[in-house]
Every structure is written in structure tokens, then in C-alpha cells.
């Protein structure tokens, strides 16, 4: 038999396969030749589950903190029956790590898509969804203390060790100028907002000291002001989003402006909004879960803090924080470096600005409508702290440059109240008496 041509051949000496059925697969042979992949098919039932395969790899080969995301099931199934306390501890502190990073990821991704202003509100909330999330699992368990020292280690993490390590990424680029500048308008309103939030703890503080030798009930008093006060950083709050999207959004343009988009929409591919909003979704539910094993667990790790001497206060306000920004910590400190340092104060101040101004004034209306006496009367200890910290940098960032030293002083500083807090015990709580009293004035 004469051997005939391929086209022939496979038209006419085939007689199981059809002329019509070879011609609806040639064009899928012949894009296989040319690179063609199994999610661009045209057909649905094979580009689908192809796509979905495909995007998840996108995303999981995104980050290499990723590959912490073996920790997820095992801390789930560890807290469901009921494991060791150390091991469920430490498995959902491990899981939430990747878990923060895929929340940053996701939110980006819908960033390119609403613009960079509101992306980058979006990315803060979004970033500051783990702390919420184990806040609100730990105050429906009453741990008040877990609470407030995760809400102000978040605010010590983002503005001091955040904002330095930017700073020395930026500074150490040889790449970069000696000193990185950025919006100084912008990061003053941001520090100035955050000055307000120090004296929104400072008061409760004072009130407490000046109402020891009273025989008013303290405590009641102290959540009247607590709940009056979370009301109006609410507000301010509220008023703030109004100034950065409608009224003063020109300020904020002029920084983006300088910015680019270029390179982060090219980077911000790959998940589409609809998908991009259901991995959210679908990570936060998983956080969730994880949060709820992680808090139950505290409780139970007396083997941790006995061992390794570890407070509970330690563990909400060095730990927790430094896991729940992991995600974020990485993101400015790679924008830094490349000196987009406008979008690096963004993060650090912004996220701070929001826990400070909003989580936490959420968190103490939430504590008055289920019934747990949340209030913004943090130790005497933690209040000092936090005010000074807010002080350190403002004088650092009100000049709107950066090097590498001002953001040594900020790493070095929080590396000392993390020792000082790894040293500070659950029961060392305020006292009422002349010694509160006489730091603010209000004592004898």
C-alpha cells in the first residue's frame, strides 16, 4: 500500500476516526505544539479545574513562607482532639504565619484593581484581620489580657520594628541614596493621629490613679470613659477615611503618583477580583479556626511559661504580634529596599494607626455588647511604653527623610521593651496608690 501524506493519512486511512472529529482536535495538536497549556483549552470542562489547579501553584510558589503551610492541617487536627496544649500552641502559631502572608497576597491582588489608595486601606485592614481575629476569639473567652497586649504589641511591631527594619532596608541599599524621603505631610497626619490614640490610654491611666482613694467604683467609671472614648476614636477614625479617599485624597495622589503602578501591576496578576476575594474568604474562616486553637491553647501552656519563663503577657504582646505582621513586615521592608518609602510608612504607620484608632475602640464596643469589661485602661507599665514609643517616632519621621541609624533606634528600641515585657510578670499589674499617682501627677 503507497504510504500517503500525514494529512491524507489521517483524513482518509482512519476509518474509526472521523474527518470532522480529527478537525476539532487539530487545532488543539497543533497549540500544543506551540505552547500551548491545558487551562487556555477552550473547552470548559478542561480549562476550568486546569485554571484552578494552575492559579493555586501561582500562589502558593508566591512567597517561600508558603511551604509553613504543611502546619495548617496538623495544628487543626492536633486542637480538634484535643493534643498537648505546647503542641496546639505551637502548631497554629506556626500555621498562621502563611496564613497572614496568603491574607497580604490576596488583598494585593484586589489592590490593582480599586487603585492604590484604597487598595493600600484594604491591604491595612486586611493585614490587621489576624490580630482582630484572635482578639475577638480571645475576648469572647474573657482573656482581656491577651487582648489588650496584642493590640498594643501590634501598634510597638508596626511602628518601631516594621518602620525600622524599612528604614534600614532602604538605608543599607547601596542602590539608594544616603537618606530616603517621603511625604512628610502625609506620615505627620498619620503620627499625629497616633499621638491622639496615646492619649486616649494616657487618660483612662490617670483617671484610674486619681480615683484610687475615691470611693467611686473604679472600674465602672474606667468603662463609662472607656466606652465614651471608643466612640469618638471611632469617629476621628471614620473622619480620617474621609480626609485620605475624598477631601485631602491629592495628598495621598501626589504620593502614589511618586510611586508608580507600573511594576505592581504587572506583579498583581495573577488571581482575579472575584478569586482574589474568595481566597480572602476562605483564609480568613482558616485563621479563624486556627486563632480559636491558638487562644484555647494559652491557657494551658504552664509547661511553656514555666520552662522557658514566657508570660502570657509576653506571648499577646511580642509573639502574636510579630506572627499576625509577618506578612506585612516582609512586604514594606521589600518596598523600602527599593525605596518606595511613601508606600513603606503606608504599612508600618497606617496599620498602626488603624488597630490604635479602630480595632481596639471596635474591641471595647464589642466588650460592651457581649457582656466582657473590655476597656482602654492598659497597665501604667504598657501606657509609658506606648506613649514613648509614638514620641520616638515622630521626632524621627517629622523631618520626612530616613537612614539606616534612625532606623537602628527603632529596632533597638523595640528589642528593649521586648526584654523588658520577657521579664515583666502576669501579676505585676497596677496597684492603685501614690505610684501611678505620682508619675501622672495624680498622686500623694
Known sequence: MPRQGDGQTNGE????????????????????????????????????????????????????????????????????????????????????????????????????????????LMNATFGNAVELIVSIVALKNGEIRIVQSSMLGSILSNILLVLGCCFLAGGLNPANPKEQTFNSTVASTMSSLMAVAAASLIIPATLYAALSHSKSSTEGNILVLSHGTSIILLILYVMYLYFQLKSHKELFDEEQQAEGGDGADQEAAILSPWAAGVALVLVTVVVAVCAEYLVDSIDSIDSIVQTAHISKTFIGLVLLPIVGNAAEHVTACVVAYKNKMDLAIGVAIGSSMQIALFVTPFLVILGWIIHQPMTLHFQMFETVVFFVSVLVVNYLIQDGKSNYLEGAMCVGTYIIIALAFYVYPDDAGDKPGPGLGMLFGGGN
Open 13 to 120: 486511512a482512519t476509518p474509526l476516526l472521523g474527518s470532522s472529529t480529527l478537525g476539532n482536535l487539530a487545532p488543539e495538536i497543533a497549540n500544543s505544539k506551540q505552547g500551548w497549556q491545558p487551562w487556555e483549552d477552550n473547552r470548559a470542562w478542561v480549562a476550568y479545574p486546569w485554571s484552578f489547579l494552575h492559579k493555586t501553584w501561582q500562589v502558593l510558589i508566591s512567597s517561600p513562607v508558603n511551604i509553613l503551610l504543611v502546619f495548617v492541617p496538623a495544628g487543626i487536627v492536633c486542637g480538634a482532639i484535643g493534643a498537648n496544649p505546647t503542641a496546639v500552641f505551637t502548631l497554629n502559631f506556626l500555621a498562621i504565619i502563611p496564613l497572614a502572608a496568603l491574607l497580604s497576597f490576596a488583598t494585593e491582588e484586589i489592590s490593582v484593581k480599586l487603585g492604590q489608595t484604597l487598595g493600600g
